[in-house]
């Protein structure tokens, strides 16, 4: 059995920092995603993703803080939500950690986000809670605002 060790792969013009912890159940996707070739990019996340959930941590935090992110990239976050969602551990917890520009987001469009990742994942099989946390951020990146979501 070979030994499941971190992710760390440093983010370009184009695409994102990616940064992985198994000893604290962090997922860290930042910066800005548009590959060439998403696959490349994404493809060592998902396999991560699915070697992790087979022994998660109780609490495992999916941080998402890109500026932007084209359509290819977005089929790969799905991707890894879902492979998230299948956490079984009995009591485990799964954070989103979702970050915007405070000027341009509200609440409003917390509760479509919270619609969208609900219907990404298949609530009612689900063993673990999951929680959705929107940060609100200044121009500089700092968290100015927040709010939570539990289903």
């Known amino acids: 059995m ?15 920092n990616i ?3 198994t000893l604290t159940g962090d997922l860290i996707l930042q910066g800005r995603s548009f590959p060439e070739n998403a696959a490349e990019v994404y493809e ?5 993703v ?22 290819s990239s977005l089929l790969w976050i799905i991707k890894i939500i879902k492979g998230l969602s299948r956490i079984e551990k009995e009591g485990s917890n799964l954070f989103f950690h979702l970050y915007f520009d405070d000027d341009d ?12 990742i609900r219907s990404i ?7 673990i809670q999951i929680g959705i946390k929107i940060h609100g951020t200044d121009s500089n ?11």
């Open 19 to 21: 940064e992985c912890d």
């Open 105 to 116: 987001f509200d609440i409003k469009d917390a509760d479509e986000l919270k619609d969208v």
């Open 44 to 48: 060592p996340l998902v396999e991560w």
């Open 141 to 151: 990146g700092k968290v100015i605002d927040e709010s939570s979501f539990l289903n």
């Open 50 to 71: 699915d070697e992790y959930v087979k022994m998660p941590r109780d609490v495992t935090n999916f941080y998402l803080r890109l500026e932007y992110f084209n359509s």
């Open 121 to 127: 994942i298949d609530i009612e099989e689900l063993k």
């Open 2 to 16: 070979r030994e499941f060790k971190n992710l760390s792969i440093g983010g370009t013009t184009k695409t994102p």
